[in-house]
């Protein structure tokens, strides 16, 4: 019977293809491998990629190392990497791979000076507990490179006892030179269901040096935002499946804890979904996964570029996947043909190169430079 109903689906999804939807080429993937093992964040309970993000002259910032919180600067071109500074104390982290720089973001820059934010879930040794915080900072990447830490630009409440601190998210996107979107997962937050207590944790937000703007709410755990022009994507993490696209826009809650294509949790688990496997009443995903891929940064290829006619797709990062997945986008809303393409490492960020080529950070401590084959 359930056989039947799927041969049914597929016969009208093929009817209702437009005519001109012929199937894209198989993606294959060249993929030069670099180690950087002292930009690897390593803890008892496992390693951490480096965050990334990359300067106009195509140098590469990562973030991470021993500390889980220096600020590393790598030059592409001569394999070289020089550290800049440390962008938190020790006081302000456990040492567990969690307690990590979860995203850098280029505000303004000059051939050796760059204004960052950078963003870290910060352990508050009194109260034995983690909020998500954004400094603003100022680079310097001449003969003495330095890091000087200056405003608090956000810090989530409320401040959750250790848990599930890769719920963080913590990840920017660049809207100008003033301001950015940050992503605040839920941090495992027991009560997260409860709005009067969840503060602004899962949301997405709009931040400057003076002014915080809540965007949307409901989000998990988004580890990857994308700007395309005017419209806005996260990826995020379901619980066990129902790991989601979202298009984000403003005042709409996106449902988590209450709905979810996940399944429910298992005695024991932080928070139950009121409705599992189910999105009634709440923004739906563009598209999501069951099971789940673990998502992680969205990236757009460069437009009429080596990637031929997956030019402009969005590629998302993968964790328990160790995957690319390619998206093209019939539209803003509607997620036209996907491609998997496996790369046997846990991908933790993304970004462009100069040249259009896709930079990866990973898990297992190296940066990818990834290219079209052939
Ligand atoms: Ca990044």
Known sequence: MRKGILATAILMLASTLPANAAELPKIELRVQSIDTPTAQVRGSNGERGAALARLADGRLLLGG???????????????KQTTIGRAGASSERLNDSRFAITDIAVL????????????YPRYNRERDCVTVVVHSYQASFAAKPSLKRGKLWFQSNPCVPVGAVQHAAGRMEVIDSKSVYLTIGDLGYPQIG???KRGNLGTVMQ???N???QISSGHRNAQGILLIGKDLYTSEHGPRGGDELNLIQQGIDYGWPTVTYGERYSFGDYVKPTNPESHNGFRKPLTYWVPSVAPTELIQLPANSAWGQWSSAIVMGTLREESL????????RVVGQMQTVNVNERIR???ISKEGSIIATTDSGKLLVINPAG
């Open 194 to 196: 409860d709005k009067a």
């Open 207 to 209: 931040i400057s040096s």
């Open 211 to 213: 002014k915080i703007t």
């Open 325 to 332: 997945i390619f998206i093209q986008m019939q539209n803003k």
């Open 349 to 351: 960020d993304l970004d």
């Open 65 to 79: 190392g021993a500390t889980g919180l220096t600020l590393f600067l790598y030059d592409l071109t001569t394999q």
């Open 108 to 119: 303004n820059q000059t051939a050796d000076t760059a204004q960052l934010l950078i963003s």
